[in-house]
């Protein structure tokens, strides 16, 4: 009996040991499992709060900012802004706070308030598993909100640091270029003064960071996730790779008040020391190493995490696992002492008394225990050695009637459970079956085991096709593989699962954009079997997107494209603008407007933007026809390409390849049939029919603008005409009543003399009047010619013959007859250059010229002063001065000496038409030339003539 108890209790109590053992492992592996599933939801939350950032901060401005502004926060007296308590909901409402010293611009003010709002739109949702949120920004700003400590924003100091804290260093581009995630140390909380260890993201637009993303976890939290979990002697605890503490049940003020340096190393103990030495020596994350201290003093279990870098550690000393074995066992040794003792007393009872009895009584009730009766019906007769015996079977097989009650009660359980979970399963594969999503399972060596109806579907495959052969990678195009499967599936087999967006390889080739997640469980003992996959078809949406932002794209050309024409511009002013709205909403790389000048069949550039903005090109001036732009304009429809270089409209092909043209869209601007211009574009990248349908919805309000811009200049040029002849009708009239009232009155009355006294008139008499007569009916015919010749000149009739004239002998006869018509009145002084060549002029508009500019020098100059004639050559220009010392003309009637019947103001009492002038500057514009004027009231006048005439220039044709 001895040794049945001593063998039986050494079975006992290395079992209960080993069941210790594995308990601490179990708990270990189950807890660390269970904590890291909780920091990956942490991670997964500050990641998802920075997306939604970033959304938010690319969305277009939205106004009324500053009065949003000032509704929500307020200006301290200590200068920081922070959020009004007014109807402040912690629960429903993020809080602002801004440093003193901070610049408060417009772009930050709409950042901060797009923050705020954010987090107003997701707090009621993750305040219970997220009590806390914040954004820290490199403007000295925060917002986000703490269920924890809501006043947070009002007793942080108006002076207080946050680019200073560690958990913003530790995040920025000094200390994490890679821009992960960052766990920080335990540290106390410098406002609320509470121990906390905060998880950072770093936040960067394109290339430019912009602050962090950060959550705090209270240490008390993760020291009631270590605590002791029912096996009296178990601790666990939290270390950092590097040795620092993060959680230990009995180091919690410590920890704090360290703020992030108590290390393992610090504390003195030897086993925690030996424990973490051997966990830093494992490489492989999630992978549960256990053992016994070097000095044999403890049982431990360990697990090291990938990110964060932490180290998960349970420890129960050997005294207490010993203890808690002899605690399991030691029942069997005080049961065996008393089985030996009524053992003793029960031979000595039969020995005294009865044998077969009690033998008999054991035997029934043994037959009622296999029965399975609770009611045994052994009971002591009488308080002796038989009795006490009796009493002791009985409690034996009472005790082991409830364990095997118990042990029925926990196989019912577990049957339940085992339903429960087969009907889960079932409803599972139910909901999988009936999905429309793509659900599929594979090995690790990617090869497909299964999948759902609506997978087969999606992949074209049949319901009975066999999956042989199929693996992963066949469900992804091959660019697809190794930019974004192959990272999401080690993602996956790394984290235990992952999310993104891929896509699908049909069974016939085409391809699908889909939303891709994977999933790659692990057994119990912390491996994988195989990799879930789960794909949703976006292409709907995905189109929806492109349709959304499309519009968008043309609501936005069209709203600039109407403001731009209806500015009060000028027409190329006004194509310009237009040219460059193309530029920024079509992604052009060169926009370009021609105009057509119908008269001439001609497409005349007027607009260029992008790539060239000058219009001196060689394809500034395309007749209609010719090349792209011309064959858009005579055929009136719309031309789209994307093989430029292949394209035989486009005639300046290595001007194409240099510039890495590969696509053109131009489209016809026609009015009511009636066709004006033509607008195209350049573009570095494929386009679609989207671009021609955008080029022909701006085409039409183009085309409206040109016809608008054309009539209002149209309209400009006849009120110009109107004014002009009202003015000349002003001045003709005056003329008329003044010029030819005179010779008139002269007529009348010689007539009148002649005819009441011609018999009473000497000779002399009537000969002076038949001579007044003359002069002036000769006088009112040379200004009708000169009316007659401006007429002629203004409608284009008049023909100039060109011919071989000698320039110098021509103004010596205009000089010889100006001073005999004027009968010497002022000398006319020649200065001619010799050896001039004969010049290609019309003769007699020449001889007009310098007969009238030296009859207006001799009219308004004094007897007996001197006119001077100058004749030189320039180069192939003739150039003529006459200039004389008269009376000069008045400064203010200088802008109008070549209007028509216009005469200076100084001139009323001397004869004239205010004709010459005119006639002198039309003919000189019929020979390509220029004339100036130069003068003085009081000293003189210089009339310089500059014209072509000496060289090859002057076509010999006749121009009308």
């Known amino acids: 009996m001895g040794v049945a108890t001593g063998t039986a209790y050494h079975f006992v109590h290395e079992n209960a040991r080993r069941s210790s053992v594995q308990f601490l492992n179990d708990y270990v592996k189950e807890r660390a499992k269970a904590q890291r599933i909780d920091l990956h939801r942490v991670e997964h939350s500050l990641e998802f709060a920075r997306e939604m950032f970033l959304k938010r901060d690319r969305r277009e401005p939205f106004e009324g900012v500053d009065q949003l502004w000032l509704e929500r926060n307020q200006l301290h007296a200590d200068g920081a802004w922070r959020t009004r308590r007014d109807n402040f909901d912690p629960q429903l409402h993020s809080s602002t706070w801004v440093r003193r010293d901070t610049e408060l611009s417009p772009a930050l003010k709409r950042r901060l308030l797009g923050t705020e709002l954010m987090l107003n739109d997701f707090l009621p949702g993750l305040m219970h598993e997220f009590p806390s949120l914040y954004f820290v920004f490199n403007d000295q700003a925060c917002v986000g909100y703490d269920a924890r400590f809501p006043t947070w924003v009002w007793d942080t100091s108006a002076t207080y640091d946050n680019c200073a804290e560690r958990a913003y260093v530790d995040a920025a581009p000094a200390k994490n270029p890679g821009r992960e995630l960052v766990w920080g140390p335990a540290m106390r909380e410098p406002t609320a003064k509470r121990p906390f260890m905060s998880v950072t993201l770093p936040i960067w637009k394109d290339e430019e960071f912009l602050g962090i993303v950060g959550h705090d976890i209270p240490l008390e939290e993760f020291h009631a996730a270590i605590a002791e979990p029912g096996l009296r002697g178990v601790k666990t605890m939290i270390v950092r790779n590097d040795g620092t503490l993060i959680a230990h049940p009995e180091m919690e003020g410590f920890i704090s008040e360290a703020r992030g340096t108590l290390s393992v190393q610090s504390l003195g103990d030897p086993q925690l020391s030996a424990i973490y030495e051997t966990a830093i020596a494992t490489t492989k994350a999630g992978h549960l190493v256990c053992g016994i201290t070097p000095c044999g003093a403890a049982q431990f279990a360990t697990i090291r995490w990938d990110n964060p870098d932490w180290i998960f550690i349970g420890r129960m000393t050997l005294e207490t ?112 079956d009936a999905s429309q999503d793509l659900y599929g399972f594979s090995d690790l060596t990617v090869k497909l085991l299964y999948l759902n109806p609506a997978g087969r579907q999606m992949l074209g495959l049949g319901r009975e096709e066999s999956l042989c052969g199929l693996s992963v990678w066949d469900l992804y195009p091959a660019e697809e593989k190794g930019s974004a499967v192959e990272p999401m ?26 939303s891709l997640m994977m999933v790659a469980p692990r057994s119990s003992r912390g491996e994988h079997g195989i990799v879930a996959i789960v794909m949703r ?66 497409l005349l550039l007027q607009a260029s933007a992008g ?77 679609g029919g989207e671009t021609l349908q955008a080029l022909g919805m701006v085409a039409n309000s183009i085309a409206l603008g040109i016809e608008r811009k054309t009539s209002e200049a149209a309209l400009q040029t006849a009120l110009q005409k109107e004014r002009e002849l009202g003015r000349l009708k002003t001045n003709f009239v005056a003329m008329v009543s003044h010029e030819l009232r005179t010779p008139l009155e002269v007529i009348i009355s010689s007539t009148d003399i002649l005819d009441r006294y011609n018999d009473r008139l000497g000779v002399m008499d009537r000969d002076e009047h038949i ?77 007009h010229i310098l007969t009238n500019l030296l009859s207006n020098a001799a009219k308004y100059s004094t007897v007996g002063s001197p006119l001077k004639v100058t004749l030189s050559r320039n180069g192939e220009d003739a150039v003529i001065v006459v200039a004389d010392s008269g009376m000069g003309i008045p400064k203010p009637d200088l802008d109008h000496l070549f209007e028509a019947f216009y005469r200076g103001s100084n001139a009323a009492n001397i004869a004239g038409t205010g004709l010459g002038l005119v006639i002198i500057r039309r003919c000189v514009d019929l020979h390509r030339g220029t004339i100036t004027v130069v003068s003085e009231e009081g000293k003189g006048t210089i009339f310089t003539v500059r014209s072509p005439i000496l060289g090859e220039s002057m076509p010999m044709e006749i121009l009308t």
């Open 489 to 514: 599936m080690a993602k996956a087999l790394r984290e235990g699962s992952c999310y993104g967006e891929s896509k699908l390889r049909r069974h016939d080739g085409s391809v699908t954009p889909v």
């Open 537 to 602: 078809d976006i292409s709907e949406r995905i189109q929806l997107e492109t349709d959304r932002a499309a519009r968008f794209r043309m609501m936005s050309l069209s709203a600039e494209m109407g403001l731009v024409l209806n500015k009060q511009a000028e027409l190329q002013k006004m194509l310009q603008q237009c040219t460059e709205v193309l530029v920024r909403h079509l992604d052009a790389a060169l926009a370009r407007i021609w105009t057509l000048e119908p008269e001439q069949d001609v």
């Open 611 to 687: 790539l060239y903005t000058h219009l001196d090109r060689p394809d500034g001036r395309i007749k209609v026809g010719d090349f792209r732009i011309g064959l858009i304009a005579r055929e009136q429809r719309p031309h789209l390409t994307n093989q430029v270089l292949d394209d035989p409209g486009v005639a300046d092909k290595d001007w194409a390849r240099e510039h890495r043209m590969k696509a053109f869209a131009g489209y016809p601007l026609v009015l009511q049939g009636k066709l004006l211009g033509v607008v195209a574009i350049f573009s570095r990248r494929t386009l």
């Open 321 to 432: 696992l010993r203890a808690e074995a002899f605690g399991s066992a030691r029942w069997v040794l005080w049961y065996g002492l008393a089985s030996l003792t009524l053992m003793v007393a029960l031979f000595a009872w039969i020995l005294r008394r009865e044998i077969l009895d009690p033998l008999s009584r054991l035997a029934a009730t043994a037959d009622q225990i296999t029965a399975r009766q609770s009611d045994f019906g052994l009971a002591a007769r009488k308080d002796d050695e038989l009795g006490k015996l009796i009493s002791a079977l009985r409690q034996a097989a009472e005790k082991i009637w409830d364990r095997q009650s118990a042990m029925e009660h926990q196989a019912a359980f577990l049957e339940q459970r085992v339903a429960e979970r087969t009907t889960e399963l079932a409803r599972y594969a139910a909901l999988v």
């Open 771 to 847: 001579n007044a007569i003359r002069r002036s009916v000769n006088r009112m015919s040379s200004m009708m010619e000169d009316v007659l010749l401006l007429g002629r000149l203004e409608n284009s009739r008049v023909q100039l013959r060109i011919d071989d004239v000698d320039l110098a002998l021509c103004c010596q006869r205009v000089a010889s007859e100006v001073s005999l018509a004027m009968s010497g009145k002022c000398p006319i002084l020649l200065q001619l250059q010799d050896d001039l060549p004969l010049a290609k002029a019309d003769e007699n508009l020449f001889r």
